[in-house]
């Protein structure tokens, strides 16, 4: 805003973004402003910017997600599959009306029964991630008159916890967006926190410097020792550093999921622009850029 020498008053000008070209200007009504600052309308419209930016946030990690639910070609359970789905379809029809205000006990009721759902595949996930864990324990290079088995075995043994491992993490991606969702609900500050802490536990669990990834690093090695060919024990530590690599790819897009909702608006690093329509001093539209 300049002062206006001819008119008197305050001028609001507008320029191109990155340059000092005027993209044009309008003389302002002080006394509108004064009244459209202190009117809390400026609150309202951070709170609608910040809606409409964690909204495109959920949704996209939604769809990344279900795409994510179709590059894993065969689910060990397809009850496992359903429960993932199921939630993501919900999840993707309340994250509108839940982020503009409108937040009923039914809809948090059912963000929490997904939860539990989730929650109960996760822990099966861990059952059969421990399974397979030990069954490639056992695994012995005698048993087999060949050593092509016992590679071919090592090989299988590795693609199944890589599918676990994948599986398990896209069960923690949903639940992080389940919390975001339950994060815009007031109260219960101390059930969000311990979920916080949940789901970062379990994320942090099956990290390449996590024990279990540790314990597996271990256990593989040790079974290499049989294989004769260099070749082959070289191709199956790529094939476990390939899944520790998308462990630790995915297990950062779960803690981006775990931002707060009402994190402030200036920590975005990306600017956000809005259109604002005012008649009389009063914002009737708004419109994001």
Same mark, same amino acid.
């Given at each position: ?68 639910? &179709? @590059? ?70 005698? &048993? ?17 916890? @890589?599918?676990?491992?994948? &599986? ?48 597996? @690093?271990?256990?593989?090695? &040790? ?67």
């Amino acid at each position: 805003m300049v002062e206006s020498v001819k008119h008197g008053g305050l001028i609001g000008t507008l320029r191109k973004i990155g340059t000092n070209e005027l993209a044009g200007a309008t003389k302002l009504d002080v006394g509108k402003l004064l009244v459209l600052a202190t009117s809390g309308a400026a609150l309202n419209i951070a709170s609608a910017v910040l809606a409409q930016k964690h909204l495109a946030d959920i949704s996209e990690k939604l769809s990344d997600i279900k795409e994510a639910i &179709e @590059d894993v070609a065969t689910f060990q359970k397809n009850e496992r599959r359903s429960v993932l789905t199921g939630s993501i379809r919900y999840f993707e029809q309340i994250a509108g009306s839940v982020l503009s205000g409108e937040l009923s006990d039914e809809v948090v009721h059912v963000i929490e029964m997904h939860e539990t759902k989730l929650l109960e595949v996760q822990d099966h996930l861990a059952i059969d991630i421990r399974s397979q864990t030990e069954a490639l324990k056992i695994l012995k290079d005698e &048993e087999w008159v060949r050593q092509g088995k016992y590679i071919k075995a090592l090989y299988e043994q590795q693609s199944a916890l @890589d599918k676990l491992y994948r &599986e398990m993490l896209l069960c923690l991606r949903a639940r992080a967006c389940g919390w975001q969702l339950f994060s815009a609900f007031p109260d219960r500050e101390q059930c969000k926190w311990d979920r916080l802490q949940d789901i970062r536990a379990s994320v942090l669990a099956l990290l390449p410097q996590g024990e279990a990834a540790i314990a597996l @690093d271990q256990l593989l090695r &040790e079974k290499i020792k049989a294989v004769t060919s260099a070749n082959e024990r070289s191709k199956i530590l790529r094939n476990e550093n390939a899944v520790l690599d998308r462990i630790s790819a995915q297990s950062a897009i779960v803690f981006d999921g775990l931002q707060t909702i009402g994190t402030d608006i200036s920590t975005h690093d990306a600017p956000l622009s809005i259109d604002l329509k005012i008649e009389d001093g009063v914002i009737v539209a708004t419109r994001m850029r």
